[in-house]
């Protein structure tokens, strides 16, 4: 919200007044938290490797608000980066917000000139995800119109342009990326499917082929124990953007909570994504 400026007995008014309200109507104006009408991060890890969500932008009260990163390099492997992201910029202004990135590379298997997550409250909300010459495991991909889930390998799961609705607001989620979705029953038996490419995620994400002699890799709790000792998995996030819809923007309602929902019925074609073992770079 932007204020006027005063100077000169018009301030010194203008404060008398205010401290008379104060007085005889009490603080509660004066306590009064800024409504958060939209908000953006770029990237953010959970599991193994913990990062906050980082850069994270929120408007306030419509304010615009500008964050960037110039970098950002994790899980080393054989001497390269596993994870590395280049010019992130999250910004948000009043019921819009965006989450871009450029030189994406996460552990191979996601890769993309540009990518960009964004809302807008307006109109009822709208929003979406835009990919630029982008590829799964090699595999070129289109930002799909709608959400998408699916299976990269027995072990990797990835989501793109998931969309959470309520009456207040809309949150996007560009890309999501978790390892061993399927790990309820820790006893669980890996599959031969499995079994071929858990060495080359242990690989991936540790930077070191495991000892099949000394570590066999039969179960679920197997896996999780190689690739993290605490049990910890990884889940990976890039872009993440809320809005307001306009009417609650304007009338300052109370801050978005996003609630979860279903996928509507009638998913557009998936991404046509080759199932293969993870490659570890050399």
């Given amino acids: 919200m932007k204020t006027s400026k005063f100077a000169g007995a018009g301030a010194a008014a203008v404060g008398a007044a205010t401290a008379a309200a104060v007085l005889l109507l009490g603080s509660t104006?004066?306590?009064a938290e800024p409504t958060v009408d939209s908000s953006a991060y770029v990237f953010r890890t959970d599991g193994l490797l913990s990062i906050s969500p980082s850069p994270y932008a929120e408007s306030r009260d419509g304010d615009h608000d500008r964050q960037s990163v110039a970098d950002v390099a994790a899980l080393p492997l054989h001497g390269k980066p596993g994870i590395g992201l280049s010019a992130l910029v999250a910004e948000a202004e009043g019921h819009?917000?965006?989450?871009t990135v450029a030189k994406?590379?996460?552990l191979d298997v996601l890769r993309a000139e540009a990518f960009r997550t964004w809302c807008d409250g307006a109109d009822g909300g709208s929003a979406g995800v835009d990919l630029v010459n982008a590829s799964v495991l090699g595999t070129p991909?289109?930002?799909?119109?709608?959400e998408q889930k699916f299976d990269v390998s027995p072990l990797l799961q990835i989501t793109l342009n998931q969309q959470d609705r309520d009456d207040d607001s809309i949150t996007v989620t560009g890309f999501t990326l978790t390892l061993l979705p399927n790990r309820d029953d820790p006893k669980r038996q890996l599959n031969k499917e499995e079994q071929e490419v858990a060495p080359e995620l242990i690989g991936l994400v540790t930077g070191q082929l495991p000892d099949l002699q000394k570590t066999?890799?039969?179960?679920?709790?197997?896996?999780?124990?190689a690739l993290s000792p605490k049990g910890d998995l990884l889940k990976i996030t890039v872009g993440s953007v809320t809005c307001a819809l306009e009417e609650k923007a304007k009338d300052h309602a109370a801050e978005?909570?996003?609630k979860k929902h279903e996928p509507e019925p009638g998913e557009a074609p998936r991404p046509e994504v080759v199932r293969k073992n993870l490659p570890v770079t050399g």
């Avoid at 066999?216 to 124990?225: A, Q, R, Y």
Wanted: glycine share 0%.
């Fill in 29 to 31: 104006a004066a306590s």
């Fill in 96 to 99: 819009r917000a965006e989450a």
């Fill in 104 to 106: 994406v590379n996460l």
């Fill in 141 to 146: 991909v289109k930002a799909p119109a709608e």
């Fill in 216 to 225: 066999p890799l039969k179960t679920v709790d197997d896996l999780v124990k």
């Fill in 256 to 258: 978005p909570v996003v």
